[in-house]
T-cell receptor, first 112, second 112 residues
Framework: EAQVTQNPRYLITVTGKKLTVTCSQN?????MSWYRQDPGLGLRQIYY???????DKGDVPEGYKVSRKEKRNFPLILESPSPNQTSLYFC???????????FGPGTRLLVL | GEDVEQSLFLSVREGDSSVINCTYT??????LYWYKQEPGAGLQLLTY?????DMKQDQRLTVLLNKKDKHLSLRIADTQTGDSAIYFC????????????FGQGTTLQVKP
């Protein structure tokens, strides 16, 4: 089944404790990206990647890192999480230029 | 800049039609999308429309695009309780980044 998976789905952590949210897709998509969803703000792009080893900042990259060492995986790294990073995070992927992006199920993060 | 605006809440009775409205600012958008998010779930692509189209119909869903006014609407005919969700309007941003620009989301409440 074609899908985007994210792990974990739910995470509670404390300020400053490094964490990684994984994203994996099995559709051989070149393009992958991360969004965060906050009430009243919709979804905002954090980082995106057009292919392996090619990443760039989205609209709200502060406090986040990403890597793209393999085509299927695009982890989101929070080196020192803070409470303002409490949010719902979505990973998405597509073939470059394709009109449809596929979203993962979301990761709900609470930073205390 | 790029911006997408939606009203935050809509309440209808089961069996009525729902109309969710959206305005956007980027006239260079190629595609405009409607996503659905059910409680606790991820994003589901409902439908999308190419910018040179005025209307698209898919079963109970009708999308109308007024490019002159930069206005997009989603009409759901015979609204059911299972349609209760948050609906996001989105456009593909300019700048060749693959980014989707999302509205804040409209919560649709369907009363029995």
């Amino acid at each position: 089944e074609a899908q985007v998976t994210q792990n974990p789905r739910y995470l509670i952590t404390v300020t400053g404790k490094k964490l990684t949210v994984t994203c994996s897709q099995n559709m051989n998509h070149e393009y992958m990206s991360w969004y965060r969803q906050d009430p009243g703000l919709g979804l905002r792009q954090i980082y995106y990647s057009m292919n392996v080893e090619v990443t760039d900042k989205g609209d709200v990259p502060e406090g986040y890192k990403v890597s793209r060492k393999e085509k299927r995986n695009f982890p989101l790294i929070l080196e020192s999480p803070s409470p303002n990073q409490t949010s719902l995070y979505f990973c998405a992927s597509s073939f470059w230029g394709q009109e449809t992006q596929y979203f993962g199920p979301g990761t709900r993060l609470l930073v205390l | 800049g790029e911006d997408v605006e939606q009203s935050l809440f809509l309440s209808v009775r089961e069996g009525d039609s729902s109309v969710i409205n959206c305005t956007y600012t980027d006239s260079s958008s190629t595609y405009l999308y409607w996503y659905k998010q059910e409680p606790g779930a991820g994003l589901q692509l409902l439908t999308y429309i190419f910018s040179n189209m005025d209307m698209k119909q898919d079963q109970r869903l009708t999308v109308l695009l007024n490019k002159k006014d930069k206005h997009l609407s989603l009409r759901i005919a015979d609204t059911q309780t299972g349609d209760s969700a948050i609906y996001f309007c989105a456009e593909n941003g300019s700048g060749n980044t693959g980014k989707l620009i999302f509205g804040q989301g409209t919560t649709l409440q369907v009363k029995p």
